[in-house]
């Protein structure tokens, strides 16, 4: 019994020990074979890396145009006072909390801000056009679209969003996917943690095209965001803007009345008479002080209003000339290397399995023959 279970015991660790000894013993074997077809492995390297270092070489430069600026909101700053008055008469501030900036680089990269800068006119290499010709040409989409017979030689002939019809809707989508997509993106959006600082980066294949979409960019994200930030406090003045002009009006309509009746009667009435006469100064009276209690609405609104919306304070704008980016020659030979000397391994090693398996079908079929 003892000497049974001393062997169960032991047969685990002898299996590994033996499954370890095989693995080092193929490790051994491979390095053999490709020592053995050294000819083939470098063949395969060359090829491979070779072929890279021209794809490094012939991919056209990037020119990195960044713009920096910072976003301050003081909405919150000594105006709780001011927010606490106008939640009395059911008028809100508007303040939609701290400042988001993963909110304001999402928006950047938005379709709704990338087909606004798209549609802005700039001239590039002494030609005047929509940004987004500008990148069907520079990004040669016209062959990338040979195929479809729909946006085969397209260009955009007007910037008016709502009147695009299925072509222009279906040629504005693929420009914005191939803007932000993962690995075609030439604009892009971030932030500094530590300072707050925001950033847009446009990395297109031209100095001027590059420069020119940044601007854009912050040009439209900056109106979207002030717009959106400051709408319920700007729906908030035109409130208190009608209703001002609206007790305006009747009060004045009502000064109006009590002076023609009394130029009228030159003050000759009965008490009797008079009666209507008072309840019209009363009237006037109370109009008098829900007009002036409008105004102070209105300017604590507008106080609010003004110190409410943010501001885009731009830090530094791309300059050029720009100095251009090429492809990595490192990156690219050390990916070749990595690619081929695996494809190499694979074709040997599977030609050697191949060849272990039809010897031992031979041997097989000799056996039992």
Do not use: C
Not at 15 to 30: C, G, Y
Request: hydrophobic letters at 40%; zero cysteines.
């Amino acid at each position: 019994m003892n000497e049974e279970t001393t062997k169960r015991q032991d047969s685990p660790e002898e299996e590994q020990e033996m499954t370890l000894r095989d693995l080092v013993a193929k490790v051994i074997d491979m390095y053999r074979m490709l020592r053995a077809q050294w000819k083939l492995v470098l063949l395969s390297v060359s090829l491979f890396s070779g072929t890279f270092l021209l794809i490094a070489l012939l991919t056209p430069p990037k020119y990195p145009a960044q713009l920096t600026f910072m976003v301050r909101e003081d909405s919150k700053n000594g105006l709780s006072g001011v927010a606490n008055l106008l939640g009395q008469f059911g008028f809100g501030s508007g303040n939609s909390g701290d400042l988001n900036l993963d909110k304001i680089t999402e928006l950047a990269k938005s379709r709704h801000i990338l087909q606004a800068a798209l549609f802005d006119s700039a001239t590039i290499q002494e030609k005047s056009d929509y940004l987004a010709n500008h990148i069907i040409e520079t990004y040669n989409f016209h062959r990338k679209w040979s195929d479809d017979k729909l946006l085969r030689d397209f260009r955009f002939v007007h910037g008016n969003v709502e009147q695009f019809d299925r072509k222009e809707n279906k040629a504005l989508k693929h420009l914005h996917q191939y803007m932000v997509g993962e690995k075609t993106a030439f604009v892009k959006a971030g932030y500094s943690k530590q300072t707050s600082i925001l950033n847009i980066t446009a990395y297109a294949r031209r100095e001027d095209l590059s420069i020119a979409l940044v601007e854009s960019l912050y040009r439209h994200l900056s109106q979207f965001y002030i717009e959106q930030s400051t709408a319920q406090s700007r729906q908030t003045v035109r409130n208190l803007e009608l209703r001002r002009d609206s007790i305006r009006a009747v009060l004045t309509t009502a000064e109006t009345t009590l002076a023609r009746t009394e130029d009228r009667t030159l003050g000759l009435l009965l008490k009797e008479d008079k009666v209507p006469q008072k309840r019209l100064g009363t009237d006037i009276q109370i109009l008098n002080l829900m007009y002036a209690e409008a105004i102070k609405n209105l300017e604590t609104a507008s106080f609010l209003l003004k110190n409410a919306t943010p501001v885009f304070m731009e830090i530094d704008r791309p300059l050029a000339p720009i100095k251009p980016v090429n492809a990595s020659k490192k990156v690219a030979l050390a990916l070749g290397l990595g690619i081929g000397l695996l494809i190499a391994i694979i074709y040997i090693v599977g030609m050697q399995m191949f060849k272990n398996v039809d010897i031992k079908s031979r041997d097989e079929k000799s056996e039992t023959s």
